[in-house]
T-cell receptor, first 112, second 113 residues
Framework: DAGITQSPRHKVTETGTPVTLRCHQT?????MYWYRQDPGHGLRLIHY???????DKGEVSDGYSVSRSKTEDFLLTLESATSSQTSVYFC???????????FGPGTRLTVT | AQSVTQLDSQVPVFEEAPVELRCNYS??????LFWYVQYPNQGLQLLLK??????LVESINGFEAEFNKSQTSFHLRKPSVHISDTAEYFC???????????FGKGTMLLVSP
């Protein structure tokens, strides 16, 4: 499995505050992804990256931004957190387009 | 656009019984297919994948899935389940040439003694 870490693992924040989640990988995978997981919705793609500084929107990108300045790091930012963004966030990586993705342990975010 | 349907949100089964978790997809192009497993409070782990070749693929812990192109299905089966198989299972599809996976909403497998 790819070495993928996410930080923080848990976070509680207040509505309106900015939040940044970090994903770090040690496998030199080109592709990185951010998902959110909510009951009844499965996993939904927020944003993904296909190389350093190359990103694109996913299914549920509103209210989120991303940045990738190094191959190993992919940041997800909630500019102004809302209660609807309370979720579990997963990072994933892939070596090849269309092939399997490897997942990090997740970050549980609660917006109060 | 592709989509994935997992017909059962929850499947209860007794230990040592067989189980089938159903997955259907829609896509107009060639696809790759995956099953992931998620244990409580953990990330998703790849269980098995179909990329090409034999339509029957197997995992190391006794699960298997068969790609059926005519029925656009990729059902997951195990002949005899264990308590430790209790988890949520996700089917996913990617279209060849594209960078993203589409996931089903998951099936919770509940194995009881």
């Amino acid at each position: 499995d790819a070495g993928i870490t996410q930080s923080p693992r848990h976070k509680v924040t207040e509505t309106g505050t900015p939040v940044t989640l970090r994903c770090h990988q040690t496998e030199n995978h080109r592709y990185m992804y951010w998902y959110r997981q909510d009951p009844g919705h499965g996993l939904r793609l927020i944003h993904y990256s296909y190389g350093v500084k190359d990103t694109d929107k996913g299914e549920v990108s509103d209210g989120y931004s991303v940045s990738r300045s190094k191959t190993e790091d992919f940041l997800l930012t909630l500019e102004s957190a809302t209660s609807s963004q309370t979720s579990v966030y997963f990072c994933a990586t892939s070596a090849n387009r269309s092939y399997e993705q490897y997942f990090g342990p997740g970050t549980r975010l609660t917006v109060t | 656009a592709q989509s994935v349907t997992q017909l059962d949100s929850q499947v209860p089964v007794f230990e040592e019984a067989p189980v089938e978790l159903r997955c259907n997809y829609s896509s107009s192009v060639s696809v790759y297919l995956f099953w992931y497993v998620q244990y409580p409070n953990q990330g998703l782990q790849l269980l098995l994948k179909y990329l090409s070749g034999s339509t029957l693929v197997e995992s190391i812990n006794g699960f298997e899935a068969e790609f059926n192109k005519s029925q656009t299905s990729f059902h997951l089966r195990k002949p005899s389940v264990h308590i430790s198989d209790t988890a949520e299972y996700f089917c996913a599809v990617s279209e060849r040439g594209y960078s993203t996976l589409t996931f089903g909403k998951g099936t919770m497998l509940l194995v009881s003694p």
